[in-house]
């Protein structure tokens, strides 16, 4: 007999103006026909929420951020037809993007295009219904970013959902829904890196540090790490890069030719006008730079146009893998141990404490990647 769920749970929620998240007791929401209720375990903590919070990219306020979550399955929506093999009481993680499978983008394949998602939840916090499964106590609009992970129970599509496999610690895989899944995207299929391949990744905070294994486990075999923090560096080296190099102390596109000569590919992970002009610069004849950083507002980067056209360079932009087939390979990759989720998860914060968590961020205190438990602080 299923267990009876609570009327109310809490949810660290972003009001006003200000970026600051606030914990409260709201409803727990109800999933509906092709939906899942999680009863959330772990919720990772990510850049583009702190961009959400800083008011750098347009979201609804009040809000529940949140967006690559691990959870338990307590409830399937009324009238689900297909559960995609999954049922309640399986352990999940959840992609942060939720492809609505009905699209001319979904249709064939590009869930990480898909209008859906960007035109309803990236736009006006909602589900593919034009509603939302959240509200405030007074019952008025509360919006999700993707599933609003924030908080004790979130829903989700049974689209973004893939299992997490046995002996994989659940709290630690929830980053394969935001963190596997775009290193997935970037690495896989927009950088298109092969074995033996050279790469750079400009920004090895929690996202770039993610494409150091993923580099590996596609065959890469020079890694070479650049950002303006040691600590980043000397994590980056103990996750298999193979050279780093300090971008506040040295230039580093000079750097990365004097010690490789250039790269196949090159990602740039901050979204910066500057470091993306550098990832472009890293690259040898022929090679590919990957753009996955997010940028603030309508932040801008001019690129040398002889350069590009001569020496046959390719400018891709990656926001995210595809979610229906790409998570259960993130999570395949992840059960080997060649992403290991263990070794990327650096702190562990409390839901009560997600304010400081991403407060944290924003300071740059964090080496790697941090996520937010339901259960005590690490």
């Not at 309508?298 to 350069?307: F, S």
């Not at 924003?362 to 941090?370: L, N, P």
Request: aromatic fraction near 4%; hydrophobic fraction near 45%; proline fraction near 5%.
């Amino acid at each position: 007999m299923p267990r009876a769920l609570p009327a109310t749970m809490r949810a660290a929620i972003l009001v006003g103006d200000q970026p600051h998240l606030e914990i409260a007791e709201i409803a727990t929401p109800t999933p509906r026909a092709g939906e899942a209720l999680l009863e959330v375990i772990a919720c990772g903590v990510c850049h583009t929420d702190l961009h959400v919070l800083k008011g750098e990219v347009a979201f609804p306020r009040p809000a529940v951020l949140g967006h690559e979550v691990s959870g338990r399955i307590v409830a399937l929506g009324a009238g689900t037809t297909d559960a995609r093999g999954l049922a309640v009481g399986d352990l999940v993680a959840a992609g942060f993007i939720m492809p609505c499978e009905d699209c001319d983008q979904c249709r064939r394949g590009r869930d990480d295009l898909c209008l859906n998602f960007f035109a309803q939840n990236r736009l006006r916090g909602t589900l593919y219904d034009g509603e939302s499964r959240l509200a405030m106590p007074d019952g008025s609009f509360l919006a999700m970013y993707s599933m609003g992970g924030l908080a004790e129970y979130a829903v989700v599509p049974l689209s973004a959902l893939t299992a997490i496999p046995d002996g994989l610690d659940p709290e630690s895989a929830c980053i394969l829904g935001c963190s596997g899944l775009t290193s997935y995207g970037a690495v896989f299929r927009a950088g298109e890196v092969a074995p033996g391949d050279s790469v750079a990744i400009v920004g090895v905070g929690g996202i770039g540090s993610s494409l150091i294994p993923m580099a590996l486990s596609a065959g890469a075999t020079t890694i070479v790490a650049i950002d303006v923090a040691d600590a980043k560096l000397d994590r980056a080296r103990e996750l298999g890069a193979t050279h780093v190099v300090n971008a506040a102390e040295v230039d580093p596109v000079a750097a990365v030719r004097e010690l490789v000569g250039g790269v196949r590919v090159a990602f740039e992970a901050l979204g910066h006008p500057a470091t993306f002009r550098q990832a472009v610069g890293m690259l040898d004849d022929g090679g590919r730079m990957v753009a996955i950083g997010i940028g603030a507002g309508a932040a801008a980067a001019e690129v040398e146009i002889t350069p590009l056209v001569r020496r046959g360079y390719h400018i891709v932009g990656s926001f995210g893998g595809r979610t229906r087939t790409d998570l259960p390979e993130v999570a395949a990759l992840a059960a080997s141990g060649r992403f290991d989720v263990g070794s990327l998860v650096t702190r562990r914060y409390d839901l009560a404490e997600a304010d400081a968590a991403y407060q944290a961020l924003s300071r740059g205190e964090i080496t790697g990647r941090a996520i937010i438990t339901m259960g005590g602080a690490s």
